[in-house]
């Protein structure tokens, strides 16, 4: 079931509701470029397991509307309050891959984890994606500049390139076709802006906030959020589990999928 909620200055944020009558709920918040389709393969899975599925798409991505600002993190937290209070959410799973699980983290920090009672994230890009003068972890700023620079002059080739080191596992030419039109259903200039955000915001006292049971899932081949910083959150975060994922990349969703959907299974029903 697919609808829109209407959020701050009257954007339209577009949500996957799959079986709403389960009463324990699941809210992934896909990472960049991407949309709730991410979630495929656990969207195929989880729900007959008895969990409520609910995707929503990033403000300028998939089916939501692309207004031409609002990609900070606390806009972008905010989205995620209005959506929680519109369904009218409470002890609920928070799950946030990549960029979604920064938004997860500002979410945590800035509204106390309403109605979140565990957290799940999934090669997040936090504390910082990029290399700062007292943090030697993460990417090369160069490197972010360059997808920006990317986005601006031939998108589908920053994409291409950026889709090429996502996954560790083999994958077919349909699948990575069809993760590449994901990123295409995104506008430009919200792809651009999230990258900048990247660089201009950092999530240290965020992480340091949570107190939910928390569990960090983060690919060792992780070439796009180097597994560096799935270890940084566990020794910032009380209370949280890492569990590496030893034949994954960024994408451990589909790299080891049924491993992926039986450890968060497991979390959310305290059997890890």
């Not at 009463?23 to 969990?51: C, S």
């Not at 609910?54 to 609002?70: A, Y």
């Not at 009672?117 to 090369?140: C, E, H, M, Q």
């Not at 996954?167 to 990575?176: D, I, L, P, R, Y």
């Amino acid at each position: 079931m697919g609808y829109y909620i209407k959020v701050k200055d009257k954007v339209k944020i577009y949500v996957e509701d799959l079986r709403p009558e389960c009463k324990k709920t699941i809210v992934f918040l896909h990472g960049w470029p991407a949309n709730h389709n991410l979630f495929e393969y656990q969207f195929n899975k989880l729900p007959k397991l008895g969990y409520r599925c609910i995707g929503i798409d990033t403000r300028g991505f998939g089916k939501s509307d692309k207004p031409f600002n609002g990609y900070d993190y606390n806009t972008l937290a905010e989205d995620l309050k209005d959506v929680v209070e519109a369904l009218g959410l409470s002890d609920f799973t928070l799950a946030g891959h990549s960029t979604g699980g920064a938004i997860a983290a500002r979410y945590m920090y800035r509204y106390k984890g309403y109605g979140v009672s565990k957290l799940v994230l999934i090669a997040a890009a936090a504390p910082s994606l990029i290399k700062r003068p007292n943090f030697p972890y993460g990417l090369d700023i160069e490197t972010v500049l360059q997808i920006i620079e990317g986005t601006y002059n031939d998108r589908p080739q920053m994409l291409q390139d950026f889709g090429n080191k996502f996954f560790f596992q083999h994958s077919s030419e349909a699948f990575s076709k069809w993760f590449f039109r994901l990123g295409l259903q995104a506008a430009g200039w919200a792809t651009a802006a999230i990258a900048k955000t990247w660089i201009n915001e950092v999530l240290f006292a965020d992480l340091e906030s949570i107190s939910v049971p928390t569990l960090i899932i983060h690919g060792i081949h992780d070439k796009i959020v180097p597994f560096e910083l799935g270890k940084i959150q566990h020794s910032m975060i009380r209370n949280s589990i890492l569990i590496p994922f030893e034949f994954s990349g960024h994408g451990s969703f589909y790299d080891q999928k049924d491993e992926f959907n039986n450890v968060i299974d497991k979390f959310i029903g305290n059997r890890l």
